[in-house]
């Protein structure tokens, strides 16, 4: 498992958003660019506990898609409980 500093959380950002644009196109980015990137700062670890990087990108692709799909869930309970499951460390 890799630690992360504050550069390597900043290139992997940048490298998660090209990944994104991949998948889905610069125009959503644009469209739902809040929601995704509040959605990629929770997709990394928290540095200032050193929590370690163990989570799969496809994980951040599918959380995202799930939750900026215009039919996605609006309560707030609800999208905790996907981002909790799709979002969930592989160690555990």
């Known amino acids: 498992m ?3 500093n ?3 959380a900043r290139k992997k950002k940048e490298a ?3 990944i994104f644009n991949a998948h889905f196109g610069e125009k ?4 739902k660019q809040e929601k995704i990137v509040n959605l990629i700062q929770e997709f990394l670890p928290n540095e200032k506990e050193g ?3 163990d989570r799969a990108t496809g994980q951040l692709l599918y959380t995202i898609h799930i939750l900026t799909h215009s039919d996605s ?3 707030k309970n609800t999208i905790e409980s996907i981002k909790e499951i799709l979002l969930k460390s592989l160690s555990e």
């Open 28 to 31: 959503i980015y644009n469209e």
């Open 73 to 75: 869930p609006k309560d």
């Open 16 to 18: 998660l958003k090209s």
């Open 2 to 4: 890799v630690l992360f």
């Open 6 to 8: 504050s550069n390597n």
């Open 51 to 53: 929590e370690a990087f």
